[in-house]
């Protein structure tokens, strides 16, 4: 113990009798370790977003849009029977009421295995309290879509039977229409105006940030900002734009001379939420065969399922971050090259210090172990000083860029136990190659 003791001493002042050669020689693990921890930082936070945008969304679902018609043609693509038919003129001939109502009360009557379907319909509408207006999301929903989405009340209550059965004017809000319109009160019983109807409010919902990419690609509202009522109401009391109505038939015949898209859907989204997540695909196509049968042979509709899409970004950042964890090891590699390199020319330089020592009795297992504990040392301290710079980068990483990192105790055990194990492989031949020196070819060495 004593010899080892004694060995490790020598190593200490080696080191820090050459503190800049030791430095210099520490940059790469510093480096290789610092990039470790922020890659990994990276990676663990894209797995975090991940698993906030399955709570968001929940499983099992199969989000329904509209497909609104063609600019050129006036028509939607058909499906599966109209291109059975075989003339574009039949197409066009056929008319689709859009996603309605009616197509909900099908996917309940026909469809097994069914958990919840949550329909939606969005208006941008004008909220008006107090002689204070703003524009903001008007949706009409059910109960279904808060459980589908796992949105929670922050106050208040729910919508009631009879409330969703007569189109009452009720309204839950989102928590920036609060901040803007109930400040210093509650808003609990209070009437906001949205659109051209006075609503009672009956509950507020917690706050949650739900991103853009969310929004697009995985059917989420966005409900911060969103004042939301019975969908009964919304179409008894707003809108309902499977009507004919002298007003649409006026519009109509303003922009004839003009190609723009109507939207005739009666809702704007369906989402099905099944009970088996094995049944999804399946689901999903008796879904399209379904619509396209009652919608006179028009794909007028898409079909999205958000755990497949999930399911692909997690593929995809989970390669994304083996290729950034290989390209930060290498700099370990190449810190560890060159803590050999340094090692060696040490040896070279010290010759005349090995033959003194093993003339002094020092054995080849002495030399080794001090040469060892050197490259060891330099490892051990850039690995401490790589994980407190990773830890910062990683840090700054996420106020720079606003991307979420998140620094997990396996990625610094990881980054500082491979720096470790870097200094003693590396240090090793080094180690080697100077317990190989002749004593008396060493002593005389100048």
């Known amino acids: 113990m004593k010899r080892h003791i004694h060995n490790i001493n020598s190593a200490v002042e080696a080191v820090f009798a050459n503190k800049f050669r030791s430095i210099l020689t520490a940059l790469g693990i510093i480096f290789g370790v610092a990039a470790v921890i922020a890659m990994m930082a990276i990676g663990k936070g894209a797995q975090q977003e991940i698993l906030e945008q399955i709570k968001m969304v929940g499983v099992n679902n199969i989000v329904i849009t509209p497909k609104l018609p063609d600019e050129e043609d006036g028509v939607a693509t058909g499906g599966e029977d109209a291109a059975a038919s075989g003339s574009a003129t039949n197409k066009a001939k056929n008319f689709s009421p859009g996603l309605t109502l009616n197509d909900v009360e099908s996917f309940y009557q026909i469809l097994p295995g069914i958990e919840l379907i949550s329909s939606e319909v969005v208006f941008n509408a004008p909220v008006v309290k107090s002689g204070t207006q703003r524009t903001a999301k008007f949706s009409g929903v059910t109960p279904a879509f808060f459980k589908v989405f796992?949105?929670?009340?922050?106050?208040?209550?729910?919508?009631?039977?009879?409330?969703?059965?007569?189109?009452?004017?009720?309204?839950?809000?989102?928590?920036?229409?609060?901040?803007?319109?109930?400040?210093?009160?509650?808003?609990?019983?209070?009437?906001?105006?949205?659109?051209?109807?006075?609503?009672?409010?009956?509950?507020?919902?917690?706050?949650?940030?739900?991103?853009?990419?969310?929004?697009?690609?995985?059917?989420?509202?966005?409900?911060?900002?969103?004042?939301?009522?019975?969908?009964?109401?919304?179409?008894?009391?707003?809108?309902?734009?499977?009507?004919?109505t002298k007003s649409s038939l006026n519009t109509n015949n303003d922009d004839n001379s003009q190609t723009k898209s109507k939207n005739i859907n009666q809702l704007d989204k369906i989402i099905i939420q099944v009970e088996d997540s094995e049944r999804l695909l399946e689901t999903a196509n008796l879904v399209k065969r379904m619509l396209i049968r009652r919608h006179a042979g028009q794909e007028d509709f898409e079909i999205k399922i958000p755990e497949l899409l999930l399911k692909q970004q997690q593929r995809t950042k989970d390669i994304f971050n083996i290729v950034l964890g290989a390209i930060a090891s290498i700099s370990l590699i190449v810190g560890g090259i060159g803590i050999m390199n340094i090692m060696l020319a040490s040896v070279m330089e010290r010759i005349r210090e090995i033959g003194v020592r093993m003339a002094m009795g020092a054995r080849k297992s002495d030399i080794i172990f001090q040469f060892v504990a050197e490259a060891t040392l330099i490892s051990i301290s850039g690995g401490f000083i790589g994980v407190i710079l990773g830890v910062v980068l990683a840090k700054i990483i996420m106020q720079v860029t606003g991307i979420l990192t998140i620094v997990s105790l396996l990625s610094i055990v990881i980054s500082f136990g491979v720096s470790a194990t870097v200094g003693i492989v590396f240090g090793l031949m080094p180690a080697q190659t100077a317990s190989k020196q002749d004593p008396v070819t060493s002593l005389r060495h100048d």
């Not at 609060?178 to 706050?207: A, M, T």
């Not at 929004?215 to 989420?220: A, S």
């Not at 009964?232 to 004919?244: G, P, V």
């Open 150 to 244: 796992n949105i929670e009340l922050q106050q208040g209550e729910m919508f009631t039977e009879p409330q969703l059965e007569n189109g009452n004017p009720v309204c839950i809000i989102g928590p920036e229409i609060r901040s803007r319109f109930f400040k210093q009160e509650n808003p609990i019983g209070k009437r906001i105006k949205c659109g051209n109807i006075w609503l009672e409010v009956i509950g507020v919902l917690k706050s949650r940030i739900v991103s853009e990419k969310a929004n697009e690609n995985l059917g989420v509202s966005e409900f911060n900002n969103t004042v939301f009522v019975p969908i009964k109401t919304i179409l008894m009391r707003y809108k309902d734009r499977s009507l004919i």
